[in-house]
Nanobody
Framework: VQLQASGGGLVQPGSSLRLSCVAS????????MGWFRQVPGQEPEGVSC?????????YYVDSVKGRFTISRDNAKKMVYLQMNSLKPEDTAVYFC??????????????????RGQGTQVTVSS
């Protein structure tokens, strides 16, 4: 299984970006999917995760609640992160990840089974 993220870029504060992640190879719909971000010298932070169950439970780190929205399309093996009202502190490398378990295991315990390469998001005026 490989995860490929895209959609990063350089934007001004207050702008929006939509990150996309596509999974190639077999990836069961039961996998929780999510987005992490990392800045140099710091550990990755679980930004948002979505469960693989039919209820599609979602988790957001406090700093992005109300601004970011995660969604997934199992038929296309895609997961998205819509990022609105971007702030300079959102600047980081964002990567997608998958875990055969809950969003809690993925986003909060960092139980990553698969991860993709990162895409740079820079928010600056």
């Amino acid at each position: 299984v490989q995860l490929q993220a895209s959609g990063g870029g350089l934007v001004q504060p207050g702008s929006s970006l939509r990150l996309s992640c596509v999974a190639s190879g077999f990836l069961s719909d039961y996998y929780a999917m999510g987005w992490f971000r990392q800045v140099p010298g710091q550990e990755p932070e679980g930004v948002s995760c979505i469960s693989g169950s039919s209820d599609a439970s979602r988790y957001y780190v406090d700093s992005v609640k109300g601004r970011f929205t995660i969604s997934r399309d199992n038929a296309k093996k895609m997961v998205y992160l819509q990022m609105n009202s971007l702030k300079p502190e959102d600047t980081a490398v964002y990567f997608c990840a998958a875990h055969l378990g809950s969003w809690l295991g993925l986003c909060q315990k960092h139980e990553i089974d698969y991860r993709g390469q990162g895409t740079q998001v820079t928010v600056s005026s």
